[in-house]
């Protein structure tokens, strides 16, 4: 069965389109949007999902249009974005390194976010939105130091992670000193930010989410094709006219921009943007970045874990980092596993 298909426009222009990708693009989106009505209608106060819709389309009564759309809709439209986000953050950044544990978790990016998350919370006890610049700010950081360290004469996949996984062992350490300095309020309100989370969540988190995405998502796009030729050696990448590093530049900042607004918005949610690439990559069967099919995968599997959490332990529900973070540990025990007995570590 042919999985590749070409597609001529009008103009004469032709797109080599991938089939397969189409398919689990759309499933993926059809899964993350199912999971996303179940999600509006679960709580408290049910909801069924065709009233979710029909209040979504504004025919609902007045509790229903106060519950979904001032309650619940914002808190999932972050979970998307935060999915979104991170799914796309990791799929970056395991295409700049060449390697499947080069994501934001393992490089500290996140620890970085928290890092700036905490000095304000502990040091300042600053409000929500101080605590959000001071995690883009600690992100920013943290990827900047992580580029210079691992700089010379341009950018490597394992000096990469060897430098990611150093710098995430000192911001650890810092995170850890600043909770030793807080008192017991700000201990717990870092805690549960820590933890990751999407309790609380309102439209003040959505929009600079949505704005960022809406700027970085088709910038990124727009960088595919070079990001794949880059994945066949630098030298090779120069020679079919990419200018390699300023590409891997601009790729990185993006990737520390997407993945320090999502910590931003819900705290350090662990693993989604390690394993999304990752399943996204095996449901295509493509060796690429797959930067559409993660996108949408980490989509998919946040508002999953929301919901699967929300099911399972009913008011006493766990924060959503909870969940991912079982579900990528034991993902990540099966990657090293099957990469061991493949020879490759």
Not at 187 to 208: E, S
Not at 286 to 305: H, R, T
Request: net charge positive; charged share 15%.
């Amino acid at each position: 069965m042919k999985t590749h298909r070409a597609v001529r426009s009008p103009g004469g222009l032709s797109l080599r389109l991938d089939v397969r990708a189409v398919v689990v693009v759309a499933l993926l989106l059809v899964v993350a949007l199912v999971a996303s009505v179940l999600l509006i209608g679960t709580g408290d106060f049910e909801i069924p999902a065709a009233d979710v819709l029909r209040t979504l389309a504004g025919e609902g009564n007045a509790s229903q249009e106060f519950v979904v759309n001032e309650l619940r809709l914002p808190r999932v439209l972050v979970g998307l974005l935060v999915g979104a986000a991170l799914g796309l953050g990791g799929a970056l950044f395991q295409a700049i390194s060449r390697n499947p544990l080069g994501s934001p978790d393992v490089l500290g990016l996140g620890q970085g976010a928290t890092a700036g998350a905490l000095v304000v919370i502990v040091l300042f006890s600053g409000t929500a939105t101080q605590v959000t610049l001071g995690a883009l700010a600690g992100g920013l950081v943290t990827g900047i130091g992580i580029y210079v360290l691992a700089w010379k004469r341009g950018v490597h996949g394992y000096r990469l992670v060897l430098v990611g996984i150093g710098m995430s062992a000192i911001v650890t350490a810092v995170n850890g000193y600043l909770m030793t300095r807080a008192d017991i309020v700000d201990a717990a309100r870092a805690v549960v930010w820590m933890t990751g989370t999407l309790d609380g969540r309102d439209w003040a988190q959505v929009r600079p989410l949505l704005v960022l995405c809406a700027v970085l998502v088709p910038l990124v796009l727009a960088n595919g094709r070079a990001l794949r030729l880059m994945e066949m050696g630098d030298d090779v990448s120069y020679a079919l006219g990419v200018r390699v590093e300023r590409v891997r530049m601009l790729l990185m900042v993006a990737a520390v921009l997407l993945t320090a607004a999502a910590t931003a918005a819900a705290g350090p949610v662990s693993f989604v943007a390690l394993t999304a690439p990752q399943l996204a990559r095996r449901l295509t069967g493509s060796p690429g970045p797959n930067l559409v099919p993660s996108l949408c995968m980490g989509a998919a599997l946040l508002v999953g874990a929301d919901w699967v959490s929300q099911q399972v332990f009913g008011a006493e529900q766990l924060p959503v980092g909870v969940v991912t973070g079982v579900v990528g540990g034991v993902y990540l025990l099966w990657l090293l596993v099957t990469e061991r007995k493949a020879g490759r570590i």
